[in-house]
């Protein structure tokens, strides 16, 4: 039994896939923004990715206050775990608690097509969409450094990612230089 000690009762959210925000300015992924804690009550954010084969997916971070869980809807993901590195497979499902480093990003051989949530909720969208305009060369990358707090999304190194890529990963979105626009024909299914 659930007892709704706010008085407030929060009203149902249903978003058709037609109406979701696409975001399209990474040219390996695109992000579906599904949900955000003003459509929720503060419950949970969501967004539904889906990444190309070989991209780089998302470096190593942690969030302080929220869960993050993990639902591989197709494909294949390699995700970083403090100090290991699984791979999820369509119907996986994971949750990270709060303060776990980890990383993730489809497997080379395979798009990865995954459900995200995040509880409690944080404001998550504006992140989404700032690291969208950032791939477009629109704002620099050190404003998601400064948005870390903000958005509950806080980078940290990983030797175990880096070797994962033979020492070749990207650099973090808050340590990378301005960049152009890239083209992009990618939707989701």
Do not use: C, K
């Not at 003003?38 to 190593?60: H, I, K, Q, V, Y």
């Amino acid at each position: 039994m659930h007892t709704n000690t706010s008085g407030h009762t929060p009203s149902a959210h249903l978003l058709r896939a037609a109406a979701a925000e696409t975001l399209d300015g990474d040219p390996g992924s695109v992000i579906a923004l599904l949900a955000d804690v003003d459509t929720t009550a503060g419950l949970l954010t969501s967004n539904r990715s889906l990444m190309r084969a070989g991209s780089e997916g998302a470096p190593p971070h942690y969030h302080r206050h929220a869960a993050e869980l993990f639902f591989v809807l197709d494909g294949r993901l390699e995700v970083l775990l403090d100090d290991r590195i699984d791979v999820l497979e369509a119907g996986d499902l994971l949750v990270v608690p709060p303060g776990m480093p980890h990383a993730f990003a489809p497997t080379a051989d395979s798009d990865a097509d995954v459900l995200f949530v995040f509880t409690p909720g944080t404001a998550r969208s504006d992140y989404y969409r700032l690291l969208d305009q950032a791939h477009r060369g629109e704002v620099d990358w050190s404003l998601i450094a400064e948005s870390q707090d903000r958005f509950d999304n806080h980078y940290v190194d990983s030797a175990i990612w880096a070797r994962r890529a033979g020492g070749a990963t990207a650099p973090a979105p808050h340590q990378r230089p301005l960049q152009p626009a890239a083209e992009l024909d990618v939707s989701l299914p």
